[in-house]
């Protein structure tokens, strides 16, 4: 009797290697899902606040070219737009720089793909 009370006592001490790695493997597979998603999910928040920052550029162009009545070649500098029809300058989440062109083109950034409007 006292030895099967031992035995029994034993087996329901821990969890097996079995059970261990049954579990690591179930994180793995979970983790190969998330992770890239996550990334996806981060590079396009990245992407719309790039372009959120230049529809603020363009915007900040406009009131420039109407404010000082220029053409459609007119060419504003960075100390013109800011800080008095944009705040503060943006700067890319990505790392990216702004070209703020003519008032004919779109400011664009240098990475380009989904950073354009």
Request: aromatic content about 6%.
């Amino acid at each position: 009797m006292m030895m099967r009370n031992w035995m029994n006592r034993r087996r329901e001490r821990g969890f097996t290697l079995v059970e261990i790695m049954i579990v690591v493997l179930i994180i793995g597979i979970l983790l190969a899902i998330a992770v890239p998603s996550f990334m996806n999910a981060r590079e396009r928040s990245r992407a719309n606040a790039c372009r959120s920052n230049l529809r603020q550029i363009q915007a900040a162009k406009e009131q420039w070219a109407m404010a000082t009545n220029q053409g459609p070649t007119a060419s504003p500098a960075q100390s013109d737009l800011s800080p008095d029809f944009i705040q503060n300058w943006p700067s890319c989440p990505s790392g990216g720089t702004y070209t703020i062109g003519n008032m004919s083109t779109n400011p664009t950034c240098s990475i380009g793909g989904q950073h354009s409007l």
